[in-house]
């Protein structure tokens, strides 16, 4: 179920990554009340503000899953990577965004 919501209603968490080929494409990774995309080195998770809010342990928890998947493809390809949380909080200026974001 897609829903529309204002761009007011989402904090935004970084990651940076290297190697920034470490995934060979694009992958987008989208749930109830966030969307995640990892890409070229930068990892971008798009979440609902109010969950996020409720859930002072989403961070970490998102943190984790993203470094399962990063462990998962190190079993095949067996290259280090480096993973990290960009420290705090994204509230980007939306204004330059025309269209609301549609989190599935």
């Known amino acids: ?42 990892v971008t998770a798009k979440i609902r503000l109010e969950v996020f809010e409720n859930n002072p342990t989403m961070k970490n928890e998102l943190t984790n899953s993203l470094n399962d998947r990063f462990l998962g493809v190190q079993l095949l390809s067996t290259e280090a990577y480096h993973l990290l949380l960009f420290f705090g909080l994204i509230r980007p200026n939306f204004s330059d965004y025309s269209d609301p974001f549609e989190l599935a």
């Open 1 to 42: 179920m897609n829903n529309q919501i204002k761009p007011s209603d989402i904090i935004v968490l970084e990651w940076t990554f290297s190697p920034s080929d470490f995934f060979e494409e694009t992958i987008s990774i989208e749930r109830n009340d966030y969307e995640m995309i990892i890409e070229k080195g930068r």
